[in-house]
């Protein structure tokens, strides 16, 4: 391992060279990831709809024609059901658009959580990353601090050999 691994840390890759830590500004975000439909069916510019799709209660009629007296019958009755159902109709499709409405605030709301867990993600990361660089600061220190006590060391050794020398007279 070279000198500078053994100081600064760090991986090596396959050719030796100091590896990547990932943290160099770089990002992840994919942008057909963050624009993809939040469903297969949500409409978008990519994906308009059927516009051929439609209500059709009852086959046009292509040309002018006579209806007997049954047909016209179960006709009124069937336009009877129809506006019915449109009343129907119009307070599920109220509804969906008060439910789309209230699901639209919900994930809104949570993707203003999330900005907050980014945004406090990288002012703890940055804070740890201060702490690491105050850290590595006080390295020097603590390499003089441990040369000093080695030289203490050497010379509370060196004045015992002594001290034992002068009271077992030269020989240890």
Known sequence: ???????FGGSQD?????????NDGGHAIDKATVLKATS?????PMNPGNFASGERSV??????????????????????????GVKYAKKAYTALER????????????????????????????????LAKHLHGLRPGYAKAGVGIDKADNKARTAIDAIKAQLTGGAS
């Open 59 to 84: 086959p046009i009629v292509p040309a002018p024609r006579y209806f007997d007296k049954e047909e016209a019958a179960a006709m009124k009755t069937l336009a009877t059901e129809k506006e019915k």
């Open 14 to 22: 396959a050719a030796g060279k100091l590896a990547s830590s990932g």
């Open 99 to 130: 439910i789309e409405v209230a699901d639209t605030k919900v994930h809104r709301r949570h993707r203003k959580y999330e900005r907050v867990l980014a945004t406090n993600e990288l002012q703890k990361v940055t804070s740890n990353a201060g």
């Open 1 to 7: 391992m070279s000198l500078q691994l053994r100081l």
């Open 40 to 44: 297969p069916d949500a409409l978008s």
